[in-house]
C-alpha cells in the first residue's frame, strides 16, 4: 500500500506563497499520476493539481496560474508551489495518487490569514 506524507503548510499572509511536499512510500512512483486535493473548512476534499507521469500538468480554475506542481521522481517526492494565496485556500491539502490508492496522509495545514 503507498504511504503518503505531506509537509510544508503553515501560516501565511495574503498574497504570500508555500511550498508543499509529499514523499510517496512506493519503488514505482514513476509511473503514477499524482495529484494535489484541499479540505476547507466545511466543505469536502476538492482536486487542485495533477502531474502525468509524461510531465503533463493540469490544475483547478481556482488555483490556475497561482499554483504550480511538480514532481522529482528520484526523490519519490510531488510539489505544489502556491503564489498569491488568499483567505479561499485556507484548507487541509493531500496528495494522491490519481485514481486515488485507497488511503490518505494526514495532510498538511494551510492557513492564509491577515
Known amino acids: 500500500q503507498v504511504q503518503l506524507v505531506e509537509s510544508g503548510g503553515g501560516l501565511v499572509q495574503p498574497g504570500g506563497s508555500l511550498r508543499l511536499s509529499c514523499v510517496v512510500s512506493?519503488?514505482?512512483?514513476?509511473?503514477?499520476?499524482m495529484g494535489w486535493y484541499r479540505r476547507a473548512p466545511g466543505k469536502q476534499r476538492e482536486w487542485v493539481a495533477r502531474s502525468t507521469s509524461g510531465g503533463s500538468t493540469d490544475y483547478a480554475n481556482s488555483v490556475k496560474g497561482r499554483f504550480t506542481i511538480s514532481r522529482d521522481n528520484g526523490k519519490n517526492t510531488v510539489y505544489l508551489q502556491m503564489n498569491s494565496l488568499n483567505a479561499k485556500d485556507t484548507a487541509i491539502y493531500y496528495c494522491?495518487?490519481?485514481?486515488?490508492?485507497?488511503?490518505w496522509g494526514q495532510g498538511t495545514q494551510v492557513t492564509v490569514s491577515s
Open positions: 512506493t519503488s514505482i512512483f514513476s509511473i503514477y499520476e
Open positions: 494522491n495518487t490519481i485514481p486515488d490508492n485507497g488511503s
